[in-house]
T-cell receptor, first 114, second 113 residues
Framework: AQTVTQSQPEMSVQEAETVTLSCTYD???????LFWYKQPPSRQMILVIR??????QNATENRFSVNFQKAAKSFSLKISDSQLGDTAMYFC???????????FGAGTTVTVRA | SAVISQKPSRDICQRGTSLTIQCQVD?????MFWYRQQPGQSLTLIAT?????????ESGFVIDKFPISRPNLTFSTLTVSNMSPEDSSIYLC??????????FGQGTRLTVV
């Protein structure tokens, strides 16, 4: 079984600043996907970014980027130029490609201050 | 992407009763899953809904408490049976498509009183 650890329960950032969320995971698999999901108060799970483990290049989606360190089993998310709409709970997730099940971290609540 | 309609969006139920949650997808998908999110916590996988056969349950979840149906490749139901206040949670349907990512329904917020 995979475990996903998010060690930061809460993060606060000033609007337009940058915040980095940490995530580590434990697995014996070599091929897998990693995700960051955003859950605003509406409770809809929204995909922020995806990283395939076989790709060395870090994924980027507009203001969101990851630092994927496969050997260290680390997968951090950087939110640049933070906006008020980024306020939400962020979950790191691991997808096992044998059965496509997701294992989630505990989540990090991000609050963007005006 | 996949469009997932989950019903009801919320409900308040009496203890001892049962609630069935529906998940409808706009196209055929192979993998469908049900997750539970207890208040203030992360998502935990309940089971994999298998088309045409019994669901596969994760440790700590049993069919008598959470019966699941999946009659075809676009529809599934989760029933929360004999509810107690501890069952108050958000229940989310998820589908996997093309082996690339998981899509989620908007969730059902269940309160048991």
């Amino acid at each position: 079984a995979q475990t996903v650890t998010q060690s930061q329960p809460e993060m606060s950032v000033q609007e337009a600043e940058t915040v980095t969320l940490s995530c580590t995971y434990d697995t014996s698999e070599n091929n897998y996907y990693l995700f960051w999901y955003k859950q605003p108060p509406s409770r809809q799970m929204i995909l922020v970014i995806r990283q395939e483990a076989y790709k060395q290049q870090n994924a980027t989606e507009n203001r969101f980027s990851v630092n994927f360190q496969k050997a260290a089993k680390s997968f951090s998310l950087k939110i640049s130029d933070s906006q008020l709409g980024d306020t939400a709970m962020y979950f790191c997730a691991f997808m096992n490609l044998n059965d496509y099940k997701l294992s989630f971290g505990a989540g990090t609540t991000v609050t963007v201050r005006a | 992407s996949a469009v997932i309609s989950q019903k009801p969006s919320r409900d308040i139920c009496q203890r001892g009763t049962s609630l069935t949650i529906q998940c409808q997808v706009d196209s055929q998908v192979t993998m469908m899953f049900w997750y539970r999110q207890q208040p203030g916590q992360s998502l935990t996988l309940i089971a994999t809904a298998n088309q045409g056969s019994e669901a596969t349950y994760e440790s700590g979840f049993v069919i008598d408490k959470f019966p699941i149906s999946r009659p075809n490749l676009t529809f599934s139901t989760l029933t929360v049976s004999n509810m107690s206040p501890e069952d108050s949670s958000i229940y989310l349907c998820s589908v996997e498509r093309l082996g690339t990512e998981a899509f989620f329904g908007q969730g059902t917020r269940l309160t048991v009183v």
